[in-house]
């Protein structure tokens, strides 16, 4: 399976971006992960086919994860960004429940990556 991301940018605080991964086949489970410069990857959250979702403690109420499984496509809707939320988001996906897709060392099929940087 192939991820291919989109939608990243530049926006200053308080603004919103609409990130975008197509897949080209159909996955179990999708998520979104991001890694900022000298951190750790980390997981934003996830939705499963049945469209259950989970998030990280810092984006909730922020944040919105969705998917058309038609379109085998999955969508991070982000507003009220912060600086802090500034890195490269990945898209992962796999056949597997969306417990293990967000365990750091999960076998996920990845992206390429898309940039967001949120200024002050």
């Known amino acids: 399976v192939q991820l291919v991301e989109s939608g990243g940018g530049s926006v200053q605080t308080g603004g919103s971006l609409r990130l975008s991964c197509i897949a080209t086949?159909?996955?179990?489970?999708m998520g979104w992960f991001r890694q900022a410069p000298g951190k750790q990857r980390e997981g934003v959250g996830s939705?499963?086919?049945?469209?259950?979702?989970n998030y990280v403690d810092s984006v909730k109420g922020r944040f919105t994860i969705s998917r058309d499984n038609a379109e085998n496509t999955l969508y991070l809707q982000m507003n009220n960004l912060k600086p802090e939320d500034t890195a490269m988001y990945y898209c992962?996906?796999?056949?597997?429940?969306?417990?293990?897709?967000?365990?750091?060392?999960?076998?996920?099929?990845w992206g390429q990556g898309t940039q967001v940087t949120v200024s002050s």
């Open positions: 992962a996906a796999g056949p597997w429940n969306c417990d293990y897709l967000m365990k750091p060392a999960a076998d996920n099929y």
């Open positions: 086949d159909s996955v179990y489970c």
């Open positions: 939705i499963d086919k049945d469209g259950s979702t």
